[in-house]
């Protein structure tokens, strides 16, 4: 538990001065183990440092060398004797080929030297070996000699064989030696304690442990000795305790009350759809238009389904953590453009025929007509999701907590995330995130629609009351607009701890959803209530504008609506006689003529069709008063026309 490992890549001709700095600075001794990769110069048998160098000593003590474990190969060896004793030939030709350093063979006979054959032997013998056989293999596919530097290459690493270092192969990717293919030793420098003198410390080296890194080996590490630690002990060491690591994960409590919010909203939906299918032939229903209520219902419960995804928790497999990640912003925003969409193709279909009213213009705007921003719009949004799915998607990892980690280093704490990037396994650094841009495209498609449905909603403000919903699509834009100037930045605050941007998540979700469903559907709700009690006094009398029951003459009296066409028409045709000059004319609802521009064109147009055939219609209704073939529900009628 108490032991530090220290990994140092040094150099040969400074690996002395450097363990002697770290005795300095406290890094060497009983708590510490030094691992020096192809150190091989101090694990030849019989290496002594000077007693005086205390640090130096010390540090080697106990420490291992890693490198590569290549057993003696008997072919190699036998073939390299035969040709350095007894082949003067190739002797000579050997020395010839290396002028710059003919002066090493002045004194060397190469018939009486035995071969000094180490781990770098076997390698470089290996590595000719396989640039020579590439290039045949290269030349006998082509049947030509002359070939390329990439073709070479190219062929090398389709090239495999068993060599003195065993098999030889290549790694595609890195074009290095494939490292499942060599083995490595793990060797053991400790003080030769019968062979140290008063002057020198003299070392003595074994191989501990054999680790193959093939995935196929049997036995992946193979002890062969003890091993001996800077204490001159060879009990092994205790592992370091248990991690305790704060996962920071949502509790399971606040993950209920989300996915109760979410399926509420859902049963309000369908709720909400059931209603407008019961009513669809009332006459509000019918001004509101029940296509455009169903895709808001559809839009808000596709949206609330978006909280779901974001309640799952670590316990989970990987691959469906993944998916959440990017399930959450697709529900998410495809469920916004399909709820919005309906808003504001309802807006432009309604100042269409607003216009045509205008210029006394009949003719029918049917849903089909504007649904092409619902399809533009929709369509936009899932290019840019499968975009971001395919180019940057986003992946749930665990990223640790910086300031937390427990005594040995690791870390004690960490939270889940989705991230565009895995971290790296070795520096554990998240690679390029470019998640934030498609985030941020997604964000201007779907506000750009938000400014157009404001300006729509302007254009549409005198319109009759029944017709004009541009006060509730206020609402429904400021709630949706303040939503996003206070929420994001909370998300953005507290995306280091999950809890916290689960609730924001939620809460956002849950107003975007309300934002849509109450604005439009409570005020019909109240309006329809309303409308039942006034025909309880009214007897039959009905905002559906339908027939009494009982009574199927089409004649039978006028409803509520009729009655405001008769009067609003009135009020222009009495604008457009008494307002010549426009100082004591007055529009349709009693204000002076000339205070709005679209209802002076509308009083000075010339109506006197309309106007006769309503007052005709007015006047049949009060004229049949008193009639004793009439029921009582068509006399309230026509006494309300009269009043």
Known sequence: QDMRYIFGILRFFTFTE???????????????????????????????????????WQAIQGAS?????????????????????????????????????????????????????????????????????????????????????????????????????????????TGTRLISTLNYSIVNVFIDEEASTDEDVVFQSRISSIVSLNERSQRPVEVVNPYVYNDGSTVPLSSLPRLEEELNLIPTAILVVGRVLAGLLILACIFGGFW????????????????????????????????????FKQSLPQSVLDGSCMAAPWLFVIGFSTAFSSVFTKSWRLNILLNRSFALQR???????????????????????????????WVYVRVPVADNVDPYGRSAES??????????????EFGEDNSQYYAGALAIVNFLPVLISCYQSYLSRNMPSRYNESFYLSLTVASLTEGFLVGVPILFLAAQNPTANFVASVVLVVLACLAFLLPMFLSKLL????????ASVHGDLSMSGGVPAGNNSANAGLDCFSIHEIKGAMGMERTRKTGGDGSSGSDIDGHKKGSDPSKRALADSPLPSTVAALRARANKATDDIGSPKLSRPTLARAQSARY
């Open 65 to 173: 060398v890693v490198q590569l474990h290549l057993p003696p190969s008997i072919d190699f060896v036998e073939e390299m004797e035969q040709v350095l004793r007894n082949d003067k030939e190739l002797q000579e030709f050997f020395v010839s080929s290396h002028p710059e350093a003919a002066f090493v063979f002045d004194d060397v006979n190469l018939s009486t030297t035995e071969p000094m054959l180490t781990s770098f032997s076997y390698t470089a013998y290996d590595a000719v070996m396989m640039i020579g056989i590439s290039a045949c293999q290269l030349q006998t596919k082509h049947n030509n000699t002359f070939f390329s530097g990439i073709d070479h290459y190219q062929q090398m690493l389709e090239t495999e064989f068993e060599g003195a270092s065993g098999l030889v192969q290549l790694d595609p990717d």
């Open 18 to 56: 450097t363990l002697e700095t770290a005795y300095d600075y406290g890094l060497v001794g009983p708590n510490h183990m030094w691992i020096l990769p192809e150190m091989d110069a101090i694990t030849d048998q019989g290496y002594r440092v000077p007693r005086s160098r205390e640090g130096l």
């Open 363 to 393: 003719g029918a705007v049917k849903p089909q007509h504007v649904i092409w921003p619902f399809l533009l719009l929709t369509m936009t949004n899932i290019a840019v999701l499968a975009a971001w799915s395919i180019f940057s998607p």
């Open 527 to 534: 309006m329809l209530r309303h409308a039942d009690a006034m």
């Open 276 to 311: 407008v299918y019961r009513r669809r032939d009332n006459r509000l229903i019918r001004a509101s238009q029940p296509i455009f209520l169903g895709m808001m219902l559809l839009g808000a419960s596709i949206m609330a389904t978006s909280i779901l995804p974001l309640s």
């Open 415 to 428: 939270y889940g995330s989705c991230r565009g990037s895995h971290p790296d396994p070795e520096t554990r």
